[in-house]
């Protein structure tokens, strides 16, 4: 069993930058794909960004490629999600996501792909 926590969010200025921490307990999380996910009231939970186990694929969403980074530090047990020139469009919960598999696979994207979610971390930016 995983369990995993999101801190970093925040209130921030359009243009400006967070760093979102997703940390777990369990030794083998540096195994386990993770994605990152965010949601606004109203709407359905969207992809951001996923990584696989290692570290060495990820992948992006459209709206957050060249202003988002995705990235393991797996002594820690954690993955981070560095953003930048945030943009009022970007505020949501953010939740982070893992599976014990070390593939990213194809389906990476997609919520059903995770087996572990956390509670999320709300991220504001003001226009």
Known sequence: QVQLVESGGGLVQAGGSLRLSC???????????TGWFRQVPGKERAFVAAISGGGL??????SVKGRFTIYRHSAQNTVYLQ????????TAVYYCAGKPRYSIGSYYYRESEYDYWGRGTQVTVSS
Not at 23 to 33: L, N
Not at 57 to 62: E, F, L, Q
Request: hydrophobic share 30%; aromatic share 12%; proline share 4%.
């Open 23 to 33: 940390a777990a307990s369990g030794r083998s999380f540096s195994t386990y794909a």
């Open 83 to 90: 953003m930048n020139s945030l943009k009022p469009e970007d």
């Open 57 to 62: 694929t990820t992948h992006y969403a459209d």
